[in-house]
């Protein structure tokens, strides 16, 4: 069984940073594209930030300069350095990938971290 766990979510004051990291666990062969989606309230979700395996990135316009998508191969984990951070930002952040288990490449999905950004 694979899973995605993210963390370092919490509350944060306009202007201040945080950053996320999304773990992988179980026998995983290889992670494809990971991607950090977030939820506001009452709104869709939507796609913040992707990184392909071999560390191609692309941002959404509303995060582009304040985001940074990292990830460490070895660690089997993604991060999401969140700088800026704007009230806009609030959100449930979930990280999303496909990974291979053996001979069997799934998507997957994280239950999500929480980010409130308010004074």
């Known amino acids: 069984q694979v899973q995605l766990v993210e963390s370092g979510g919490g509350l944060v004051q306009p202007g201040g940073s945080l950053r996320l990291s999304c773990a992988a666990s179980?026998?995983?062969?290889?992670?494809?594209?990971v991607h950090w989606y977030r939820q506001a309230p009452g709104k869709q979700r939507e796609v913040a930030a992707s990184?392909?395996?071999?560390?191609?990135?692309n941002y959404a316009d509303s995060v582009k300069g304040r985001f940074t998508i990292s990830r460490d191969n070895a660690k089997n984990t993604v991060y999401l350095q969140m700088d800026s951070l704007k009230p806009e930002d609030t959100a449930v952040y979930y990280c999303?990938?496909?990974?291979?288990?053996?001979?069997?490449?799934?998507?997957?999905w994280g239950p999500g971290t929480q980010v409130t950004v308010s004074s």
């Open positions: 999303n990938a496909d990974v291979q288990r053996g001979l069997v490449r799934r998507n997957y």
């Open positions: 179980g026998s995983i062969v290889s992670i494809y594209t």
């Open positions: 990184i392909t395996r071999e560390g191609s990135t």
